[in-house]
Nanobody
Framework: QMHLAESGGGLVQSGGSLRLSCAAS????????MGWYRQAPGKQRELVAA???????NYVDSVKGRFTISRDNAKTTVYLQMNSLKPEDTAVYYC???????????????WGQGTQVTVSS
C-alpha cells in the first residue's frame, strides 16, 4: 500500500512563504518522479513543479523564480519552498509520485490527499 503524506499548507499573507513536504512510504522499488500540482476553485489541476529521479526540475511559468522543489537524500520526500506568495497561488496543493512498487512493473501515479494553501491580499 502506497501512501503520500503531505504537510505544510496554511494561511499566509501576500509576499510570505510556506514550505510543503510530501513523504512517500510503502512498497517502493523506484521513484521515477515526484511533483506538486495545484487546483484552485473552478480551475483545472495544474502541474506546479516536478523533480525526476535524475534531479531534473521543471516549473510552471507562473512560479518560476519564486518556488523551489527539492528532495531528501533518500529521494522519498519532496519539498516545495514557496516564496513571494501571491493571492493567485491560493489552491489545494497535491503531491504526486510516479513510481514502481517492484521490478518489472509499469510505473504508476499516486496522489496525496491535498493540502490547502491560502494567500491573503
Amino acid at each position: 500500500q502506497m501512501h503520500l503524506a503531505e504537510s505544510g499548507g496554511g494561511l499566509v499573507q501576500s509576499g510570505g512563504s510556506l514550505r510543503l513536504s510530501c513523504a512517500a512510504s510503502g512498497s517502493i522499488f523506484s521513484i521515477v518522479a515526484m511533483g506538486w500540482y495545484r487546483q484552485a476553485p473552478g480551475k483545472q489541476r495544474e502541474l506546479v513543479a516536478a523533480i525526476t529521479s535524475g534531479g531534473s526540475t521543471n516549473y510552471v511559468d507562473s512560479v518560476k523564480g519564486r518556488f523551489t522543489i527539492s528532495r531528501d537524500n533518500a529521494k522519498t520526500t519532496v519539498y516545495l519552498q514557496m516564496n513571494s506568495l501571491k493571492p493567485e497561488d491560493t489552491a489545494v496543493y497535491y503531491c504526486s509520485a510516479v513510481l514502481k512498487s517492484r521490478p518489472g512493473v509499469t510505473a504508476e501515479t499516486y496522489w496525496g490527499q491535498g493540502t490547502q494553501v491560502t494567500v491573503s491580499s
